[in-house]
């Protein structure tokens, strides 16, 4: 199994940065279309699997189960090459630290990317809303057991209030984007298929299980959430509780996707790129 040590994973960061900031448009787009979808996917299996297993094992084991699964989508978008907003939070700056791009060059790929991920991820959240978390009924859709985890994951995600609240959103949020970019960069180390996925798995599993805030995880399952609400009984919306009345599109919006992206970009800008940039910067550059 093959190793890289980190200024050799900085290499072959800033050759990546440079090869995807310099692809049309278009193909960024498809790219992280393609990305949020793939996320979105291990995003879901995480709802599903933790479903019922709070009340029957206990938080620390649906967490554990939670975390087990979501790797999914990560592996998938390193694996086949996709265009993850998240994870060029840190691979297009190593470029431009190493003075082979302009910062206008890293904001393009930035954006589209991250435009890409949301179309991708929402895409995916429908499917899953109308193909397995919503079922038909004799007077209509009704919602399944796993659309009321997912209603009260989104209330949860829609429920931070004030300055206050987007302040710890944003915190999780720098956490996360400095998991999610570790685990990119343990994916570039190795060489083989095994050693990507095992060198993936384990901060994209500790991101899930602590509960902290992917922006583009909540760009799939908080719309999910908000299409399964109105097809909830009456008991259903007593299951998920109090929170349900903060459920809504602009406080998604407001409360969570914004500070979420935020604290995304900074942890993987700063504490994944930057810092990582600094330390072995003279071993680059020699």
């Known amino acids: 199994m093959t190793y890289h040590t980190p200024s050799e994973i900085i290499v072959k960061g800033i050759e990546s940065g440079k090869y995807r900031m310099s692809l049309p448009g278009w193909n960024i787009l498809i790219s992280g279309w393609m990305a949020g979808a793939y996320i979105a996917m291990g995003a879901s299996l995480m709802i599903i699997v933790s479903t019922g297993v709070a009340s029957a094992l206990g938080a620390g084991i649906a967490q554990l189960l939670s975390g087990f699964?979501?790797?999914?989508?990560?592996?998938?978008?390193?694996?086949?090459?996709?265009?993850?907003?998240?994870?060029?939070?840190?691979?297009?700056?190593f470029t431009a630290f190493s003075s082979h791009c302009n910062w206008n060059a890293v904001f393009r790929l930035w954006i589209l990317s991250y435009i890409g991920n949301v179309i991708g991820a929402v895409f995916f959240a429908c499917l899953l809303t109308f193909g397995v978390l919503l079922q038909p009924g004799h007077?209509?859709?009704?919602?399944?057991?796993?659309?009321?985890?997912?209603?009260?994951?989104?209330s949860e995600r829609c429920s931070y209030q004030g300055i206050n609240g987007a302040w710890v959103c944003f915190i999780k949020a720098v956490a996360a984007g400095w998991l999610i970019n570790l685990a990119v960069l343990l994916g570039i180390c190795a060489d083989d298929a095994v050693g990507k996925i095992a060198g993936i798995w384990f901060p994209s599993m500790a991101l899930a299980?602590?509960?902290?805030?992917?922006?583009?995880?909540?760009?799939?399952?908080?719309?999910?959430?908000?299409?399964?609400?109105?097809?909830l009984t009456f008991l259903q919306v007593a299951?998920?509780?109090?929170?349900?009345?903060n459920l809504g599109w602009s406080t998604f919006l407001m409360n969570?996707?914004?500070?979420?992206?935020?604290?995304?970009?900074?942890?993987?800008?700063?504490f994944s790129g930057f810092f990582l940039w600094i330390v072995f910067k003279k071993e680059i550059i020699r």
Not at 209 to 231: K, M, Q, R
Not at 239 to 245: K, R, S, T
């Open 239 to 245: 299951q998920v509780g109090p929170l349900a009345g």
């Open 69 to 93: 699964v979501f790797p999914l989508g990560l592996i998938l978008v390193v694996l086949t090459g996709a265009e993850l907003f998240t994870g060029d939070a840190m691979l297009a700056p």
């Open 139 to 154: 007077d209509g859709m009704t919602a399944s057991t796993f659309a009321v985890t997912m209603v009260t994951f989104a």
């Open 209 to 231: 299980s602590t509960g902290f805030e992917h922006s583009i995880t909540n760009a799939a399952l908080v719309p999910a959430g908000l299409l399964c609400a109105p097809y």
């Open 256 to 270: 969570n996707l914004i500070p979420a992206t935020a604290g995304n970009l900074f942890g993987g800008l700063v």
